[in-house]
């Protein structure tokens, strides 16, 4: 499975930006499409993530309310619409995918990874 993540940039803070992943390849019938962050000197943290048919979606504490995940399985495509930017949002973000299809927040859960696409929020 290849990940291709694009839409990141430089936003103000109160702004927004939409990030987009595309899954190719021997992908399964039913999967996780998720987003993690990583901010310098940190850790990377889950961001969101949701099932193949859009069904079940899951939030990180600190995005919840602000941004959302959705998805087009015919496509095999995820989104991050990202609303009311924060500069502790500036991170590279990495699109994931799990074969199981569950929708978890750990990341030794998913399969494949994207390559990152930095989100730079000037505040």
């Known amino acids: 499975v290849q990940l291709q993540a694009s839409g990141g940039g430089l936003v103000q803070a109160g702004g927004s930006l939409r990030l987009s992943c595309v899954a190719s390849?021997?992908?399964?019938?039913?999967?996780?499409m998720g987003w993690f962050r990583q901010a310098p000197g940190k850790e990377r943290e889950f961001v969101a993530a949701?099932?193949?048919?859009?069904?079940?979606?899951a939030y990180g504490e600190s995005v919840k309310g602000r941004f959302t995940i959705s998805s087009t399985n015919a496509k095999k495509t995820v989104y991050l619409q990202m609303n009311s930017l924060k500069p502790e949002d500036t991170a590279v973000y990495y699109c994931?995918?799990?074969?199981?299809?569950?929708?978890?927040?750990?990341?030794?859960?998913?399969?494949?990874w994207g390559q990152g696409t930095l989100v730079t929020v000037s505040s």
């Open positions: 994931a995918f799990d074969l199981s299809g569950i929708v978890g927040t750990r990341l030794q859960m998913y399969d494949y």
């Open positions: 390849g021997r992908t399964s019938s039913s999967y996780t």
């Open positions: 949701i099932n193949w048919s859009g069904s079940r979606t």
